[in-house]
């Protein structure tokens, strides 16, 4: 147990120590929420007021549903990015060959592996959890309609994520090896996850087949829960100020607090049992990867140096 | 009593053979040197031999053990690079390593204390190892891979690409290992005059042993001494059928040993007015038996 300890804390801190990647991974949350409130604010809240429209919204009612929208689409898409950011440190250590170093211990490699797993999840609750916390502080500013069972959910919600996005980076890490690979990568998540988990565009704007395919994606589940757990203070409210509750549950349709599946609406407890049964699987996954002889699969035969001795042959 | 034992090893790639069918065995305390050049199997077996790659036939033992995590312990191992995390301190470096062998709190703090005095880590011990320069950060190395007090110190190419002060200041920490502990070490290196000093010294060349035995016995048996001689005409050798080659103001013979020199002194002492003589070395041996030129 102190060995695992020991690799955790390790990787924990090497993350934490390398500024070029830690500063930008906290720093991008709290940028991606400055532009979202200052790009896609006036956005939203046409929007709100045109899914409203022929009722009156109380200014604060309207900040506090898209503040809710924009905290919760950045935790939704940070759980995954954050993820892979943070498993940089296990695809460095086969390049600089740390990795090596901690195989030639007594520690297998099973233990090695489900350090970086742990470590990956405890860097990703902590970014993720200061982004929330950011976002709880504009909600404060914006206008705070969360009980405490809102907030309760949300940060259950938020640890089912970070334990699917920890899972499904750790899943795709481990076939890198190289620094170029990751950075790839990462990039390719950063721009494309937020599309494909319903967190910069409402589901129900897209077309119909868009919306069913984007369904069948486990990310979009704890999207919706985050939409729900956050926004739906705020639009219970509504009701408080004489808002039908047809109108009502439109706008839970319309940004996405309610999913619906080929025209059938998602329960609550089904989008917590595909996040959490996709969470499973990648993990099973994980764990599968590494049952298999390890070295074979993690430790690539370098091809230059056998290249160089095929010559030499 | 031999620590390390292999018999018949191989550890092929599809393939490729990286190491193909080869025997060797290292004594307790021994200094050992596997020679080669790169891509030649070093690497591999050592690779094999600290069980982070499964061999593909032959038997491979520690201290009369099959590879597990038990012999494991017996190793430390400096890698050709440092691998140590350059972001973090000398002691939580090794702090963190050292706890991957059970040691740690005050078990910890006596082996740092030990450690520190062997290697002069004492100043160094709080500074980021990405901060060290090229000599400390390989005492530093040395001093993760005999954390746990091994039986064998696997240095794998360890000075490859070292200046020359900071190859000195490896090999000083090395012989003093050595001198305080009785350590067996077992070295891979592409350089002949780190195989020289070796006891025991294994050349191996496209994953084939060529040679086994001590330095002295390879230069005896795959080098020529040479003699060079000066202020002598070439037409006074060839006047007396003695093959040569030039060498810039000298005259270079080749000869068999060093009786063989004293012979040829004896026969022709007028053509011995300024020479010297001087004994083959590993890269002659190197060459010899692999047809390869090595690196001094």
Redesign the interface.
Known sequence: M??F???V??HC??FF??KSVFFPSLITPLILLFLFIAFLGNVYRDSIRSVAAGFEISDGLVESIAGGWLVSSLVAVCAVTVAFTANTVMVQDKV???R?????????GRLLALSYFVSTYLVTAFMCFVALGAGFIYLGIAGWHLSAADVFLTVLDLLLMILFGTAFSFAVCSFLHSQGGIAAVQATVSSAYGFLCGAYMPLSNLAEWLKNLLMFLPGTYGTGLTHLHLMGGAMEAMRGEGIPAEVVQGMREGFDCTLTFFGSAVPVWVCYTVLAAAGAALLALCVLLYLR?L??SL?K?DPI????????? | MNVIETSHLKKY?GE?K?VDDISFSVGEGEFFAFLG?????K?TTI?VL?????KTAGYITIGGREID??T??S?G?V?Q?S???R??TVK?NL???A????I?GKAFAERLKELSAQFSLDEILSRPVGKLSGGQRRRVDIA?AVLHSPRILILDEPTTGLDPQTRRDVWDAVHSLRKETGTTVFLTTHYMEEAADADHVVII???KIKADDSPLALKDRYAFDVITLYHVREAELENRSIPFERAGTGLRIPIRNSMAATEMICAFPELFKDYEVTKGGMDDVFLAVTG?RGEV
């Open positions: 102190r060995e300890s020991a690799l804390r390790r801190s090497v120590k390398d600089s060959g740390a090596n170093d901690f195989l030639v211990s007594p520690v297998s002889p070295r074979k430790d035969i140096m056998y290249d160089r001795g095929r010559r030499n042959r | 790639y490729v990286a050049v790169n891509g030649a199997g690497s690779s600290c069980g982070r790659e499964p995590a038990e494991k312990r190793l191992v890698f690079e691998v140590l995390d972001s973090l939580k702090a963190c390593r706890a991957l062998y059970g740690y993760r060349d496209g994953g390869k």
